[in-house]
């Protein structure tokens, strides 16, 4: 029976009323076909996101990149639908014969909406075309025409039978994979065919490097694939023709889309509110050709700030070991000065959109006005030589902290990859070490080595930081700290911030040191000491990044991270930046 008008508008208003035990539903973008000058889509679509509990907002085939880039930033998820053939042209191929129904406008659009969706960090699924266009936009490569291409005999992968119908069955081939995982199927399931339909012509060929193959027809055609640090998953077969006729395993494919999106949805509201930073960054080393307005070269700059939505980086003149000697110490200082003062012309180049912050105070204040912070570092006391007053002139200069040593020993102590000179800290470091407690500047123990550590901390009257290291007990690194160190920083009230440096992370692989790495060496910290001693200091532009958090603008890959392990927002809000800041305000405070 239809509504009356002022029976819909009830309904309208009934619905707007508060509901908390009704979860927000995520907004899951859908890429739309085009046939004939129409945008059109399949009602099997968007009917499973609805089922999953997620709210479709259909996404046009536009390549006006500022209609997609702000369509992109309200989403919470991507969905890439099926369609026609994907042109060769894309990958520098000739076409084949049999290639039908290209849209150059569809391919555009979508290979757009799949960066922008990307550096965004937002989850992707992608079913059929979208599962081809996918490995396309990540590196991979296509059967243009599958019966003819494929090296092997192929079965059908058209049916001629409706879409509803199963008429093959897949197999996975990748153990405990997110696709096994996603579809509910468990341990004995998992071994079995599954149950699917076919409607392609084209086919993944070579798989995009760092995916993973989790799905084959019985034929040996790619049926499947994910990405093991990227929220992103993708199969041949139609699951949305299924999903809405009771196949439970198919709608769990888009459940598990939208539970990936509300996640998303929830980080980006924590982003909102907390402050996110990031403790060590070399960026200054590329200051002589680089602009942080611009998004050209280099891992830290305010469009991947933006996109990863960070906040803060403190960001360090970096000084190399050199000679001892009062000339070279000389010009070490001054090199650190220039760093700092192209710092401070990159903050005035950009007014609007960024400041130096000095304190808590201004780091708050930077992100109620939406502008981000920049914090100045000076990364080895060699910088300072045995010249307190150089101490002082950085302090003047705004730095909020020192690593007293870098790859090798130097006046203040001994570095973990120096030869113990000292056996810990040098007399002079000792005064050093005093004076930056007395004038309010953190001590930074990363690089130094263990009996540097245990120096400064029984002798610093104010908590330190560990501003880019990670554990020992997971990788063991002498420029990790061991298990009882981090008790030891823990218990007078310091912060180690974990390093996104693969060499730091994974010792095994650490040309394949991922995210996943990372975060294990977060929650150990976490473990043992408490969400209170722990942040993140990425070493970007010195050598950091991870698979799966490469730049500043993946660094709401952590957040998401944190989120899926069943941590809190306060705990998440501390290791983000809390605990660095808590370490900060010590030093303002009265020494005892």
Request: with cysteine; aromatic share 6%; hydrophobic share 40%.
């Amino acid at each position: 029976m239809s509504l009356t008008l002022k029976e819909l508008f009830a309904q309208v208003d009934r619905a707007s009323a508060v509901d908390t035990a009704t979860p927000t539903r995520p907004r899951i973008g859908i890429s739309v076909n085009r046939r004939d000058g129409k945008e059109m889509l399949a009602d099997p679509y968007f009917q499973s996101v609805i089922l999953a509990g997620g709210a479709p907002v259909l996404v046009p085939a536009t390549t006006e990149l500022s209609v997609l880039t702000t369509i992109v930033e309200g989403l919470d998820g991507l969905l890439l639908t099926g369609g026609g053939d994907i042109s060769p042209d894309l990958l520098g191929e000739t076409p084949h014969p049999s290639i039908e129904d290209v849209d150059p406008i569809r391919d555009t659009s979508e290979l757009q909406l799949i960066r922008l969706a990307h550096q965004r960090g937002l989850p992707i699924f992608g079913i059929c075309r979208g599962h081809q266009l996918i490995n396309v936009a990540f590196g991979g490569t296509l059967y243009q025409d599958l019966p003819s291409q494929f090296p092997s005999p192929v079965l059908p992968h058209s049916q001629a039978e409706a879409r509803d119908v199963i008429t093959q069955s897949v197999t996975l081939t990748a153990p405990d994979s997110e696709l096994q995982r996603a579809m509910g199927l468990d341990a004995t399931t998992r071994t079995a065919p599954i149950p699917v339909n076919s409607l392609h012509h084209q086919a993944v060929r070579d798989l995009a490097p760092g995916f993973i193959a989790t799905a084959e027809a019985p034929d040996g055609v790619n049926e499947a694939m994910e990405h093991p640090e990227y929220p992103i998953l993708s199969v041949q077969w139609h699951p949305e023709w299924l999903a809405t006729t009771g196949h439970e395993a198919m709608l769990n494919l888009f459940r598990h889309l939208v539970s990936r999106a509300r996640r998303y949805a929830h980080a980006r509201r924590l982003h909102h509110t907390m402050i996110t930073l990031d403790s060590h960054t070399d960026t200054p080393m590329l200051f002589d050709a680089f602009d942080l307005g611009r998004k050209e070269g280099g891992r830290v700059n305010l469009p991947l700030m933006r996109e990863g939505r960070l906040d803060a980086v403190v960001m360090a003149a970096y000084l190399p070991q050199d000679e001892r000697n009062d000339e070279a110490h000389r010009r070490a200082f001054d090199y650190a000065v220039e760093r700092l003062t192209h710092v401070e012309e990159q903050a005035i180049r950009y007014p609007n959109l960024l400041d130096i912050a000095r304190s808590t105070d201004d780091l708050r204040r930077l992100k109620r006005e939406g502008r981000r912070a920049i914090i100045p570092a000076v990364e080895n006391g060699y910088a300072i030589g045995r010249d307190l007053s150089r101490l002082h002139a950085f302090k003047r200069m705004g730095v909020a902290y020192m690593t007293l040593c870098h790859n090798g020993d130097n006046e203040l102590c001994d570095s973990a990859a120096g030869q113990g000179e000292w056996g810990g800290l040098s007399p002079f470091g000792r005064e050093v070490v005093a004076e930056m407690n007395r004038i309010g500047m953190m001590i930074d123990v990363s690089h130094a080595a263990d009996a540097t550590f245990d120096d400064v901390i029984r002798l610093s009257r104010r908590p330190i930081v560990a501003t880019h290291s990670s554990c020992r007990a997971l990788c063991d690194h002498r420029r990790n700290l061991d298990d009882d160190r981090i008790r030891a920083l823990a218990a007078t009230g310091g912060v180690m911030q974990i390093c996104l440096y693969g060499g730091f992370i994974n010792h095994d692989h650490p040309d394949g040191a991922t995210l996943s790495d990372a975060v294990r060496h977060i929650l150990h910290v976490v473990r043992l000491v408490g969400p209170n001693h722990v942040g993140i200091g990425s070493d970007f532009d010195g050598g950091g990044g991870l698979i799966g958090c490469q730049s500043a603008g993946e660094m709401l890959q952590i957040t998401l991270r944190l989120l899926a392990e069943g941590l809190s927002d306060a705990d998440i809000a501390n290791i983000w930046g809390g605990n660095f800041m808590r370490v900060m305000d010590a030093q303002r405070l009265p020494l005892a």
